[in-house]
């Protein structure tokens, strides 16, 4: 398929770029009758069945490859190619694919994806409550993208949709063992207690918990919701724990959010650096300020909902703590939900009102986003 490029919004575009300018044989030549060959997909074939299930999650589910873009344009550096999935939609207008959602950008005509990432983008967009015998209709679909003088907007290619059948899975809820973490800045109460968890098994147990201004920094670990069951309080030694009933309280220097660790085994704990505040970060604000993000101890997550964020094809977030960059976290390689320290940004092409979430009662830091 040849889209026809727009001749004349073209060349104003390049001539407002190029006026002034010493022409050199670097300079990309524009011909005028120009068309452009987009990229078209050449595995998976159209119509496969791609069957996804959890006990394969970080298994390469397929490899997407595509041709390469031709533009009749001289000099052009090396084009990008995004993979792109667009879901199907049903409206009073009929049947018709709806927007993409940027998969992953590269400059080699080759991609992988896991079973993971590809039901993360498909939940994301449909949410966890459906049959487990459903049977979407996806497809994809590659844009081409080069960076010449600027003018780049104006040359994207985008190839034909390639449709495919996906049955996505509903991801199991794991119960981790975990301990309450009672205190002066919640009432002293075990059963509303936040809670730190083992998530190896290895008797060490990790949370984060947040410690209001103005309130108790004192606290306690314990195993039941009420004070009956074996509790954990100040031993002799800092870093220590002691689980005689009488033992002392612990506490944390000032108020904030920690990443506390508790070991059973030998009966130590420890926190990390406190957090004053976490904020997510995007290229709508310029990657300059952030917004605060809420933490709901109920929850044991925080959020913020944020409005008029612009559609872009390059929109993109982070969260960072304390209003800096010393901690940020992005997503996984691949993205598969959890965050790591100085990850990827995460896209977000749609714009407009988007809640995001940042969760750490999971293995690892993880996030999630809405678009209301």
């Given at each position: ?34 068309t452009?060959?987009p ?15 959890e ?22 550096p ?39 990432s ?60 975990f ?30 918990v ?10 306690k ?14 031993g ?19 108020a ?13 704990w ?45 929109q993109?977030f982070k ?28 896209p ?10 940042l ?14």
């Open positions: 398929m040849k889209k026809i490029l727009n001749i004349i919004v073209l060349f104003l575009a390049v001539s407002v770029v190029f006026t002034g300018c010493k022409k050199d044989d670097k300079t990309p030549v524009l011909d005028i009758t120009a452009v060959n990229a078209w997909i050449k595995a998976p074939a159209s119509d496969t069945h791609f069957v996804l299930v006990d394969s999650a970080d298994v390469v589910l397929t490899n997407f490859e595509w041709s390469e873009v031709v533009y009749e344009m001289t000099n052009l090396f084009p990008l190619y995004t993979l792109q999935l667009v879901f199907m939609e049903v409206d009073s207008v009929g049947t018709h694919w709806g927007e993409s959602i940027d998969v992953i950008t590269s400059s080699e005509k080759i991609a992988s994806i896991t079973y993971a590809l039901n993360k983008n498909i939940l994301d967009e449909i949410g966890d409550d459906f049959n487990p015998d459903t049977i979407l209709t996806i497809g994809f679909r590659v844009k081409a993208n080069v960076n010449a003088n600027n003018v780049s907007s104006y040359i994207d290619a985008l190839s034909d949709i390639a449709p495919v059948l996906v049955t996505p899975y509903i991801p199991a809820v794991v119960g981790y063992p301990l309450y973490v009672p205190g002066g800045y919640q009432g002293w109460s075990p059963g509303t207690a936040p809670q730190v968890f083992d998530f190896d098994g290895d008797g060490i147990y990790n949370g984060y947040f410690f209001p201004e103005g309130g108790s920094l004192e606290f670990f314990t195993n039941q919701p009420d004070w009956n069951g074996t509790n954990y309080g100040a002799a030694t800092p870093g220590s724990l002691n689980i005689d009933p009488t033992a002392g309280n612990l506490e944390v220097p000032e904030g959010g920690y990443q506390l660790e508790i070991n059973t085994n030998d009966l130590t420890n926190y990390g650096e406190g957090v004053q505040n976490w904020g997510v970060i995007g290229q709508w604000l310029e990657w300059s300020s952030d917004i605060d993000l809420i933490y709901y101890p109920e929850l044991q997550e925080l959020s913020v909902t944020v409005e008029n964020i612009p559609a872009a094809a390059d993109r969260f960072r703590a304390n209003d800096e960059w010393t901690i940020n976290l992005g997503a996984n390689d691949p993205d598969d939900g959890y965050l790591i320290q100085g990850g990827a940004d995460i977000i092409p749609d714009g407009g009102t988007i809640t995001f979430k969760k750490f009662t999971t293995p690892q830091p993880s996030y999630s986003w809405q678009a209301k």
